[in-house]
């Protein structure tokens, strides 16, 4: 559910509620605070869950790079090697 979605629910919910006895709009009031702190509670645990998923992400591609740049640099020693034998073998 959206914010906006919430927000509408939240304002019916109070039109209804304005139209209840006192006692029960007490009850009711409670419980629409407690179901707004759960929401707000839940869009904080969410952020928190994107912020980790970001960073994690920027590690992983960090490390894709470091990778490659490791490979080719390998590849350029295991082609260095490869030129240095084939030039001892056409000396021999």
Request: proline share 1%; aromatic share 6%.
């Given at each position: 559910?959206?914010?906006?979605?919430?927000?509408?629910?939240?304002?019916?919910?109070?039109?209804?509620?304005?139209?209840?006895?006192?006692?029960?709009?007490?009850?009711?009031?409670?419980?629409l605070a407690?179901?707004?702190?759960?929401?707000?509670?839940?869009?904080?645990?969410?952020?928190?869950?994107?912020?980790?998923?970001?960073?994690?992400l920027t590690y992983?591609?960090?490390?894709?790079?470091?990778?490659?740049?490791?490979?080719?640099?390998?590849?350029?020693?295991?082609?260095?090697?490869?030129?240095?034998?084939?030039?001892?073998?056409?000396?021999?």
């Amino acid at each position: 559910m959206d914010e906006r979605i919430f927000q509408t629910r939240c304002a019916s919910l109070l039109e209804a509620m304005a139209q209840l006895p006192e006692s029960v709009r007490a009850s009711l009031g409670r419980q629409l605070a407690a179901d707004e702190e759960t929401h707000q509670d839940g869009a904080g645990a969410f952020a928190g869950q994107m912020h980790a998923m970001r960073l994690g992400l920027t590690y992983l591609v960090f490390d894709l790079e470091a990778t490659r740049r490791e490979n080719r640099y390998l590849r350029r020693l295991i082609d260095a090697q490869a030129r240095s034998q084939a030039e001892e073998d056409d000396d021999m």
